[in-house]
């Protein structure tokens, strides 16, 4: 069945009926709706198999036109059970679900919550009137027919005041009955429909997972943002401060940016990597290692080819000239780099691992 599946809610019992309506009509119209149903590749859901209830004559009508394997959902309990003709026919058209609940108004209302993409309401009382409240709530199609007067007819009322998924053509038309034309009606609305409910359904999804997602990132960002802060801070301090210092506070601020330089070539990894493959601390780790490791080897061949009192009267005397900012400068960029490098490599180590231990590559073979 590729169509909707239709819960059918609704009595025609006289005594909830319009003076104008006797129950003969309001069953009449309950078969021919059930005729359409089926015609149109729908599923239903009942609740009872009472003559009570609506539901047995929408039932005949269903049956009446051949439909396909469990397109009839009875949802019972053990102490409301259902019992229809054919029932026991594993490939007929029937499908039960026994509810463990003995409150026969869980099963009812979390059925339509569910598994209806729609609910039919036809006569009944309060319990019908609530029916149509959740189907509303839930953003379920919903067809009040209002003509036979009862709870559809107060969800009807409902639904003129706040308009729901029906086009105003639908909701007058749920006011009248003209037989075979208006059960025609009624299916065709609940179809289309339960077809805008699953658009804005995708479009909330869409939109939820969205928001998901941008939350994810600007916790995944704001670490490496803040990475950004801390090493323009640490570089400012240092170079503003570089004149008055002695040879080891040069040194101290000198590994300080290189790590921090390191840090935040790892952390801004996260900016372009839309899912986390390791801890963020190993990430941190390892930008803190590249960068002072490798800001240091390109700092030693200077070193060793000069003094180290060169160095330091250089320092000393420079006062915050271009070529000392650029002493700082030069290894902080190499580290930020080595930063970013050595987690990408890190990252692309790991997949390939984890893609050697997927093949058994490497393992010893029975």
């Known amino acids: 069945?590729?169509?909707?599946?239709?819960?059918?809610?609704?009595?025609a019992r006289q005594a909830i009926l319009d003076d104008t309506a006797q129950s003969d009509q309001v069953r009449e119209a309950a078969e021919q709706i059930g005729r359409k149903l089926a015609l149109s590749q729908c599923r239903i859901i009942?609740?009872?198999?009472?003559?009570?209830?609506?539901?047995?004559?929408?039932?005949?009508?269903?049956l009446g036109e051949n439909p396909g394997e469990k397109s009839i959902i009875?949802?019972?309990?053990?102490?409301?059970?259902?019992?229809?003709?054919?029932?026991?026919?594993?490939?007929g058209p029937f499908e039960t679900f026994i509810d463990p609940n003995p409150d026969w108004e869980i099963a009812f209302y979390q059925s339509l919550h569910d598994r209806a993409d729609g609910v039919l309401l036809i006569g009944g009382g309060a319990t019908t009137l609530a029916a149509g409240l959740v189907a509303v709530h839930a953003n379920k199609a919903l067809y009040s027919v209002a003509a036979f007067g009862g709870g559809a007819n107060t969800a009807w009322k409902y639904l003129s005041a706040n308009p729901h998924l029906e086009t105003s053509d639908e909701r007058r038309h749920m006011k009248i009955w003209q037989g075979e034309p208006?059960?025609?009606?009624?299916?065709?609305?609940?179809?289309?429909?339960?077809?805008?409910?699953?658009?804005?359904?995708a479009k909330r999804a869409a939109l939820e997972s969205r928001l998901k997602e941008m939350t994810r990132l600007k916790r995944q960002n704001l670490p490496a943002l803040s990475t950004v802060a801390l090493f323009v801070a640490i570089l400012i301090f240092s170079l503003s401060r570089l004149p008055g210092?002695?040879?080891?506070?040069?040194?101290?601020?000198?590994?300080?940016?290189l790590m921090s330089a390191g840090l935040m070539g790892s952390s801004v990894r996260l900016l372009l990597r839309p899912v986390l493959t390791h801890p963020r601390g190993t990430t941190a780790v390892l930008g803190i290692v590249a960068g002072l490791?490798?800001?240091?080897?390109?700092?030693?061949?200077?070193?060793?080819?000069?003094?180290?009192?060169?160095?330091?009267?250089t320092v000393a005397e420079s006062?915050?000239?271009?070529?000392?900012?650029?002493y700082f400068l030069a290894p902080a960029l190499i580290a930020l780099s080595a930063g970013f490098g050595f987690d990408y490599?890190?990252?692309?180590?790991?997949?390939?691992?984890?893609?050697?231990?997927?093949?058994?590559?490497?393992?010893?073979?029975?």
Do not use: H
């Open 293 to 313: 490791v490798v800001g240091l080897s390109y700092l030693l061949p200077q070193l060793i080819a000069g003094s180290s009192g060169t160095v330091s009267a």
């Open 245 to 257: 210092f002695g040879t080891t506070w040069f040194w101290i601020s000198l590994f300080c940016v």
């Open 1 to 11: 069945m590729d169509g909707p599946t239709i819960a059918i809610v609704g009595s």
């Open 46 to 62: 009942v609740y009872s198999s009472d003559e009570g209830f609506i539901e047995p004559t929408v039932v005949r009508g269903f």
């Open 345 to 366: 490599a890190f990252e692309k180590w790991r997949e390939t691992s984890r893609a050697d231990v997927d093949t058994g590559f490497g393992t010893a073979r029975g």
């Open 182 to 201: 208006s059960a025609a009606r009624c299916v065709e609305a609940l179809i289309r429909q339960t077809g805008v409910a699953a658009t804005e359904s």
């Open 74 to 91: 009875c949802i019972a309990n053990e102490e409301y059970p259902i019992e229809y003709q054919g029932m026991d026919d594993p490939n």
């Open 319 to 326: 006062d915050k000239t271009s070529s000392t900012i650029a």
